[in-house]
């Protein structure tokens, strides 16, 4: 079998035309969505992501806070911040930029933002919402993503065998959250395994749909996947690469070119899961928009 790809340009595509004429309807309301975004530090990934989701808002008409602090910024100056954004009526949502500097404890800010604008879905009332299978929680924007990527291929993950491998909270635990929920496009059977995981080849041939997020090259190969698998490939790495003018390609976690010879779908990196995080933002900040302004 040779897979079809999953195409995150274009789902991610569809999703921004909808989210831009939900901003056209605010607007048309009155309400201007507004998205601050904090940046700490100087770590070279985060710049270009950051840079991204600031450019996608301007796309789509959301309107962008851009907050770049040194990489000495007291954790003090951080929170009041944070508290200054949620206080402020004109901004509906809120996302400091992972990870942050050594000095500052990550769990302390994240739970400083108020959960109605936690455009991320990281804050602790969220997670929980979430993992006790309320509908309305806000959700991390990668795991919403691949979701809406099962949806548009028309893969219909219940009562299949999905395998995470990769347990974070950004990825791999909401993943799990998500297709175990009593819903439409979920109800899966989720098995999420990880860097402890005995006989990982084991449990990853066992899959209809495996998703992988666990941050290295190559960790998923070819004799560990079974013919037809649907493989959601989250993983966003450099590796070094002379041919390329900036010296590096990017690659998934999975051997993407042997396991496209058995899977029945796969997702490109680039362009496959990447692109469906910042749509999923931009979806999460217009419904926070929508119910901080009473309209939904
Ligand atoms: N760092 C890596 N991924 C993310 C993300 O989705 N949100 C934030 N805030 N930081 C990240």
């Known amino acids: 079998m040779s897979a ?16 831009a004429q939900e901003v056209e309807e605010l607007k048309a309301a009155a309400v201007e969505p507004c998205l601050a975004v904090m940046l700490v530090g100087e770590d070279a990934a985060s710049k270009v992501y950051v840079g991204m989701k600031e450019k996608k808002c ?10 770049r602090l ?6 003090e100056e951080i929170l009041s911040i944070i508290d200054s954004w949620n206080e402020d009526p004109s901004i509906h949502g809120i996302l400091v930029q992972l990870p942050l500097p050594d000095h500052v404890d990550e769990k302390t800010v994240m739970e400083r933002i108020r ?10 009332v969220n997670v929980g919402r979430l993992a006790s299978g309320d509908p309305n929680a806000f959700r991390p924007c990668t795991p919403a993503g691949v979701q809406v990527m099962l949806k548009h291929i028309g893969y219909d993950p219940a009562g299949k065998h999905a395998v995470i491998v990769g347990r974070s909270n950004i990825v791999g635990r909401p993943m799990a959250a998500i297709l175990s929920q009593k819903a439409p496009w979920a109800n899966a059977t989720v098995t999420m395994a990880h860097s ?12 209809d749909l495996l998703i992988v997020a666990v941050g290295w090259p190559n960790a998923v190969t070819a004799e560990m996947v ?3 698998t649907v493989v959601i490939d989250v993983g966003v790495n450099r590796v070094d690469d002379d041919s390329r003018e900036r010296g590096y390609r990017l690659v998934g976690d999975v051997a993407y070119d042997e396991i496209a010879e058995k899977a029945s779908w796969i997702t490109p990196v680039p362009g496959g899961v990447g692109p469906m995080t910042i749509a999923m933002l931009l979806k999460n900040t217009v419904v926070a928009a929508r119910r901080l302004a009473g309209l939904a």
């Open 115 to 124: 959960p109605e604008k936690d455009a991320d879905g990281f804050h602790p």
């Open 58 to 67: 301007a796309e789509v008409g959301i309107k962008a806070i851009d907050q």
């Open 70 to 75: 040194p990489a000495d910024t007291s954790q």
């Open 226 to 228: 079974s013919e037809g």
């Open 196 to 207: 402890r995981s005995e006989d990982l080849g084991a449990i990853t041939r066992s899959a």
């Open 4 to 19: 079809q790809i999953i195409d995150g340009k274009v789902i991610s595509q569809a999703v921004r035309d909808e989210v």
